[in-house]
């Protein structure tokens, strides 16, 4: 994620990156605004849809796609 974007993170109600790790900028953000976070989902954007409707447990590491 691009630091300038940031504030796209506000329409955010969770974020899934693909690439892993506590340390990966998007885990940083969401921590700093309460958001749930998922890495390490490596076909996130393969998956994932522009208007896919996902359901994010972040407590279990669990992302599902509601189709």
């Not at 109600?13 to 998007?26: N, S």
């Not at 309460?34 to 849809?49: E, F, K, Q, R």
Request: aromatic share 4%; charged share 20%.
């Amino acid at each position: 994620m691009d630091p300038k974007i940031t504030f796209v993170v506000l329409l955010a109600t969770a974020i899934v990156e693909r690439r892993g790790g506590m340390l990966v900028h998007r885990a940083i953000i969401a921590r700093e605004y309460g958001l749930p976070c998922i890495t390490g989902v490596a076909d996130a954007s393969a998956l994932i849809h522009s208007g896919d409707r996902l359901t994010v447990d972040a407590y279990l590491g669990i992302v599902t796609i509601d189709r």
